[in-house]
């Protein structure tokens, strides 16, 4: 089946983890359709300041958003903006898979709300790991309403 996953990850919260997403993007386009790319790009730019652009980019994300099929979500470094993504996607009534490494810490109001499906990770095998498994129980259970 070939999803289409938004992925959300820190961008003006920090971009120490880009890398990572970059490699988690890479992994899931491989059986699936990644909206959002540019998360996982080193040089992707974290300009501020310039409500024109920011604009666009609320529009662009809004609307990949309202065409996802699927929300997953990297949360090992704060970020008010993947936050907002995530209650975005609740309010659509997509589905929301977070995670986050072993040694960080979630923000009750995600880890308090049942309808995010939270997974804590070791290390990346361990993460690429949990979202094959979630890819693929989705694929199965769309095959078997088809």
């Not at 993947?82 to 997509?94: F, N, Q, W």
Request: aromatic residues 10%; proline residues 3%.
């Amino acid at each position: 089946m070939n999803q289409k996953v938004y992925f959300a990850g820190s961008i003006r919260g920090g971009r120490s983890d880009a890398a990572l997403y970059g490699r988690v993007i890479a992994h899931i386009n491989q059986t699936d359709m990644v909206l959002t790319e540019h998360i996982g790009d080193v040089h992707y730019s974290i300009e501020t300041g310039n409500i024109p652009l920011d604009r666009r980019i609320y529009e662009q994300d809004t609307g990949w958003l309202k065409k996802c099929d699927l929300v997953i979500a990297e949360c090992s470094s704060p970020s008010l903006g993947v936050g907002y993504e995530m209650a975005y996607a609740e309010k659509l009534l997509k589905p929301v898979y977070i995670f986050c490494r072993k040694d960080a810490f979630l923000s009750a109001m995600l880890t308090g709300d049942p309808y995010f499906h939270i997974y804590f990770y070791d290390n990346e095998e361990d993460l690429l790991t949990q979202i094959d498994e979630i890819l693929a129980e989705r694929t199965q259970k769309a095959e078997e309403t088809k």
